[in-house]
Each structure stands twice: as structure tokens, then as C-alpha cells.
């Protein structure tokens, strides 16, 4: 066992609901933690009470005015003492080996100054299920892959030196959307950040979940924090293909958000086309589907996926006869 003292900060805004199951993830540690703490955010519903019922097993409560996620996860840095963090959004899970996977990879890897992980990805309204991979493609410089998407994941997933908040700053507070991107971002360009190639927590999905609220500004927000990033980025000659790979990346992302809000045909393609335009160079098969998905719509788009299955299922049954019939041929059998 690590001799690390590991401190997890479980932050709450309303998640009530789901909050039970989270301390439960964490209490079932394969390594136990050293030491818990719960922030309540300005929570109106039963958050508190929930929390409560866990204080004999250690659980400690801090309860503040509503100041955000951001705000909420420092003032459980300052809260806690262990020379580890580790966070958890209330309504996410955690597997239980999710600590000693972790500290496991930290001791093998003492140049690394965070790791993160794989997750599950749990959709409360369909309860469909599916892992959620990150990280950079093998060849490319983390630093910079981070900068233009988030490939870290959510502080959910993290394992986090304390001594980087001295370096780097904390969550920084005015960012309603993206705070934990902009930390990771300050992170990725400080030191080595690490990964243990397996799921290790589980992301709940649900429509009251602060990131799928007022998505324009919230997308508005992640480019301006990857403008941010990018221009700290060295050598500098790099930052126009990285600003480049971004744009794209958010005109995507604005296509999908433009058909999520049943938007106008014109303004589906027109995010689509300028994502595939911007930076044609990656997932161009990707950003060509999103472009005939935003000029024929979701419907049509559909059924006219069903019908090049149906035709390649023909042709590749047609093809099968024609190769036994080949088979069949004088001087063709064995």
C-alpha cells in the first residue's frame, strides 16, 4: 500500500439524488482513502441530508453559499491535507480499484505529476452504457493534443499531486463551463500527465448535469479557453495549426448542438461545412457524415444509411454466390 496520504474531495450541487451512491463508491475503496470531505455548493435540495447519514464512517460536510463547481473544488483542496487529491462530481461513481489502479501508477511513475483513466459512460434516460476513451494518439505531444480538445476527461477521473496547486493555480472560479479543462491544460504544460488504460469511474449522464445547460455560451466559453492555451503553447510557431485543429473542433461541435436544437438546415451545414474546411486533415470521414447528416437532415440521413447497408448487404450476398459459383467451375474444385 501506497503510503501517500489521499485526500477526495466530493463536491455537490443538487445532487441529491445520486449523492448516496458516490460516498458508497468511495467507502468501497480497494485502498481507502485517508481522509473524505463533501462540499455542499448552496445545494436546495436534500444533499445535506444525505451527506449526514454518512458522518459516523468519516465523511465530513462543508457547506457554502452556490459559487460553482470551480469554487467548490477549491475550497476542497483547502479543506483537505493529503499530499494527493482525488475528486468526484456527486453524481459519479467510481469503480472500486479507481484509487489503487492510481497510486499503483503514480509509484511506477513518479515524474508524473497527475493520471486519469478511462470511464463508463451511463445514460440515466436510456440507461444505454459504453466506455469513453482519452489521452493522445501514440507520436503526438500531450501538451499540445490538450489544447485543442480536453483529452484528459473529468476531474471524476483524476488523481492529482497537491504540490502542482502551488505551481499552477487552482480551478479557476470565474469559468462556469470548462474550469477543469483550463486546469488541465495548466497541468499538461507543467508536468507529465499519466494514465491507467481502463475505465475506472463511471460518468451518469443526465439532462440536470451542469455541462448540457446553454450550450452556444458554454461552447463559447471552451473556445476561449483553448485560445487561452494555445497561446502559452512553445515552441510558437506551432499555436496556428493547434488554433486550426480547434476551430474545427468547434465548428463540430456547434453542428451537433445546432441539430440537438432541431436549428435551421442553414445553420447545420454551415458549422459542418467550415468544420471540415478549417482543418480537412483529421477525421474527414467523421466530418463529411456530420455534413450530409446537416444538409439532408437527421431523418432523411438515417434512412439513407439503411438503404447503403440493404445495398451493400446485396452486393456482398451477390458477391458470395459468385465466388461459390467460381467454386463450382470445371477444374476449379479440388
Known amino acids: ?20 451512491a458516490a460516498i458508497e463508491s468511495v467507502l468501497a475503496q480497494s485502498r481507502p482513502a485517508d481522509e473524505i470531505v463533501v462540499i455542499d455548493d448552496g445545494s436546495t435540495d436534500d444533499t445535506v441530508d444525505v451527506a449526514r447519514r454518512y458522518v459516523a464512517r468519516g465523511i465530513r460536510i462543508i457547506q457554502q453559499p452556490n459559487q460553482g463547481p470551480g469554487a467548490a473544488r477549491n475550497r476542497g483542496i483547502r479543506e483537505t491535507s493529503g499530499d494527493l487529491i482525488a475528486f468526484l462530481d456527486g453524481d459519479d461513481l467510481w469503480l472500486p ?37 482519452f489521452g493522445a494518439r501514440p507520436g503526438r505531444v500531450f501538451a499540445h493534443e490538450n489544447v485543442v480538445r480536453n483529452v484528459v476527461g473529468n476531474p471524476s477521473m483524476t488523481l492529482i499531486r497537491r504540490s502542482v496547486f502551488d505551481t499552477v493555480g487552482m480551478f479557476d472560479p470565474a469559468l462556469r463551463w470548462g474550469q ?3 486546469l488541465f491544460i495548466r497541468i499538461a504544460q507543467y508536468g507529465m500527465v499519466g494514465f491507467v488504460m481502463e475505465p475506472l469511474m463511471i460518468y451518469r449522464w443526465h439532462p440536470g448535469g451542469i455541462s448540457h445547460h446553454r450550450g452556444i455560451e458554454r461552447l463559447d466559453m ?11 503553447v512553445k515552441p510558437a510557431w506551432i499555436r496556428p495549426l493547434l488554433f ?6 468547434d465548428q463540430c461541435d456547434r453542428a451537433e448542438f445546432a441539430a440537438r436544437m432541431n436549428m435551421s438546415r442553414f445553420h447545420r451545414a454551415r458549422y459542418a461545412i467550415l468544420g471540415l474546411m478549417i482543418f480537412p486533415f483529421e477525421r474527414p470521414i467523421s466530418k463529411t457524415k456530420r455534413l450530409i447528416r446537416s444538409l439532408s437532415g437527421e431523418d432523411d440521413y438515417v434512412r439513407l444509411g439503411k438503404r447503403i447497408r440493404a445495398l451493400m448487404g446485396r ?9 461459390q459459383e467460381q467454386l463450382n467451375l470445371p477444374g476449379m474444385q479440388q
Open 1 to 20: 500500500m501506497s503510503r501517500h496520504r489521499v485526500s477526495v474531495v466530493i463536491t455537490s450541487y443538487n445532487t441529491g439524488e445520486y449523492l448516496g
Open 97 to 133: 480499484h479507481k484509487l489503487e489502479r492510481q497510486l499503483d501508477y503514480l509509484a511506477a511513475h513518479p515524474e508524473a505529476v497527475m493520471v486519469s483513466c478511462l470511464r463508463w459512460r451511463w445514460d440515466q434516460t436510456t440507461d444505454e452504457r459504453h466506455i469513453e476513451y
Open 180 to 182: 477543469d479543462w483550463d
Open 222 to 232: 471552451f473556445q476561449m479557453i483553448a485560445r487561452r492555451g494555445i497561446s502559452r
Open 244 to 249: 486550426a485543429r480547434r476551430l474545427s473542433w
Open 315 to 323: 452486393q456482398s450476398r451477390r458477391l458470395a454466390v459468385a465466388d
